[in-house]
């Protein structure tokens, strides 16, 4: 009998266990998210400075791969959740976002040494630079 419930005891440990490693591997949207803000925020704000115009970031880095109004954009679901972020965390609702593709090296990638990052740059109603975010591609 005290063996059975040793067991069970056990058991429901590796469970509790188990089912707390998967919100550490398998995390919720925002969490990935905030992973994804707390390495490159820094980076972000130096490449894309929050209040810098609209004709500056496309000077320094060229045409973007896409532009939307941020409400528009029905099918890019990383853009409409960094949106909704933004808007929550700053209280400024964005208005159109720039995406931008940057090449980027290192070992960590999927495909060798290179992969790619998109850069969502989002603005407010007069075009100024809000806050960029960045998504992982590969």
Not at 71 to 78: H, P, V, Y
């Amino acid at each position: 009998m005290m063996k059975s419930q040793l067991a069970r005891s056990a058991g429901a440990s590796a469970l509790v266990a188990w089912l707390a490693s998967c919100s550490f591997l398998f995390p919720d949207r925002e969490t990935i998210l905030q992973r994804s803000e707390s390495s490159h925020r820094d980076t972000l704000d130096r490449l894309y400075p929050p209040g810098s115009d609209r004709a500056e970031i496309m000077e320094r880095w060229g045409e973007p791969l896409r532009s939307r109004r941020v409400t528009e954009n029905r099918d890019d679901g990383f853009m409409q959740f960094a949106a909704q972020v933004i808007e929550r965390d700053l209280e400024t609702a964005p208005v159109t976002c720039d995406v931008y593709w940057v090449f980027r090296m290192g070992l960590a990638s999927a495909f060798g040494p290179a992969g790619v990052y998109w850069d969502y740059v989002f603005y407010d109603l007069e075009g100024r630079v809000i806050q960029a975010r960045r998504r992982f591609l590969d």
